[in-house]
C-alpha cells in the first residue's frame, strides 16, 4: 500500500468533480495503488451527498437555463497534445492503471519514449497554455534527473520502480509534491527504471552548477 499520499485538500476537490486535468488524473491513478485513499474518498462522496439532501431545490428560470448552456456551448475544449514521434519501443513490462493507458494507448513496454535530457524520457499526455504539462516520465536505474526547483506546484506519483529526494524514498502508487520551495534531484532506484506521472504547473527551473545556464535553453 502507498505510503505518500495527495493532500485531503486535494482529494476532496476530486471528490467534488473540482480537481484540473492533470491532478484528477493522479489521484484517479493513486487510488489504484491505495485503498486508504478509496476509503476516505468514499466518506467525502457519502458527507457531500448527505449535505445535498439538506439543501432545499431552488426553481430555475428558463434565462438562467439558456445563459448556462450558452456558457457551456462556448467553453474551449483542452486538445491533448501531439504524441511524440516514435523512439524508443519495447515489448513486455508491468501494467498501467487504466485511466492512463487510455490516454497513452499502450503498456509500458509498449509505449514511444520520447528523450528529454540524459537518462530521462517522457510521453507528453497534454500541456496548458501556461506551460503546465502532464506528462509520463522514466527515469533510468541508478540516473538522477537534474537538480531543479518549481514555478509552481509539481505531483509525481510513481507507476513501477521508485525514486529517492531530499524527502525520502517513492515507490508505486506513492505521491510527492513540490514547489518553489523544494530544491532536490529524483534519483531512480538502482535496480530499476523509474516510471511516474507528472503532473507540473510550469516548467521547473534547473538549479545545478552547470545546469542553471540552460535554463533560457532547456523547457522541462
Do not use: K
Amino acid at each position: 500500500m502507498s505510503t505518500h499520499h495527495p493532500d485531503d485538500a486535494l482529494l476532496l476537490d476530486y471528490a467534488a468533480g473540482a480537481a484540473a486535468q492533470g491532478p484528477a488524473l493522479l489521484v484517479a491513478t493513486h487510488l489504484t495503488f491505495c485503498p486508504h485513499c478509496r476509503r476516505n474518498l468514499a466518506a467525502m462522496e457519502q458527507v457531500g451527498a448527505a449535505l445535498m439532501e439538506t439543501l432545499a431545490p431552488q426553481p430555475v428560470s428558463a434565462d438562467a437555463r439558456q445563459r448556462v448552456m450558452a456558457m457551456l456551448e462556448d467553453e474551449p475544449r483542452i486538445e491533448s497534445a501531439a504524441a511524440p514521434s516514435p523512439v524508443t519501443a519495447i515489448t513486455g513490462g508491468p501494467a498501467l492503471p487504466r485511466a492512463v493507458r487510455e490516454l497513452v494507448g499502450a503498456e509500458i513496454g509498449a509505449l514511444a519514449w520520447q528523450p528529454v535530457l540524459s537518462g530521462v524520457d517522457q510521453i507528453l499526455i497534454d500541456q496548458t497554455p501556461d506551460g503546465g504539462r502532464t506528462r509520463l516520465m522514466r527515469i533510468r536505474a541508478g540516473r538522477a534527473v537534474p537538480r531543479h526547483t518549481h514555478r509552481g506546484t509539481e505531483l509525481v506519483c510513481v507507476l513501477d520502480g521508485g525514486f529517492s529526494d531530499v524527502s525520502g524514498h517513492y515507490g508505486p502508487g506513492d505521491v510527492a509534491a513540490a514547489d518553489d520551495a523544494v530544491d532536490h534531484q529524483p534519483t531512480a532506484d538502482a535496480d530499476r527504471d523509474c516510471i511516474c506521472l507528472a503532473v507540473t504547473e510550469a516548467p521547473v527551473r534547473l538549479t545545478g552548477r552547470f545546469w542553471r545556464l540552460l535554463n533560457p535553453f532547456v523547457r522541462f
